[in-house]
Nanobody
């Protein structure tokens, strides 16, 4: 079983940058695919980015492609979301997720979730 804790959210101006972190604890983290989702007020949760357990493949939603980068450091049991050129539409609670399928992607119903971290982008 895996526990996930996100951090790094906050208030940032449009065009700025943030780096979100998700620290995982538990068993067999290195075999888990990891992902970031977000949920904005009044909207459904949406996929942001995913990375396979070896970090050799990534996927992104069209809305963040070219601006956000997902990465992981399995030695530190941590996955990151580097958010550059943020926009007000990026405002949301960002959730870290993990799945036992090492190649899980956008369509996966992930096994484990963090508590979320708020990202607010001002105009």
């Amino acid at each position: 079983q895996v526990q996930l804790v996100e951090s790094g959210g906050g208030l940032v101006q449009a065009g700025g940058s943030l780096r979100l972190s998700c620290v995982a604890s538990g068993r067999t983290f290195s075999t888990y695919a990891m992902a970031w989702f977000r949920q904005a007020p009044g909207k459904e949760r949406e996929f942001v980015a995913a990375i396979t357990w070896l970090g050799r493949s990534t996927s992104y939603s069209d809305s963040v492609k070219g601006r956000f980068t997902i990465s992981r450091d399995n030695a530190k049991n941590t996955v990151y979301l580097q958010m550059n050129s943020v926009k007000p539409d990026d405002t949301a609670v960002y959730y870290c997720a993990a799945d036992r399928n090492p190649v899980a992607g956008a369509s996966t119903r992930y096994d484990y979730w963090g508590q979320g971290t708020q990202v607010t982008v001002s105009s």
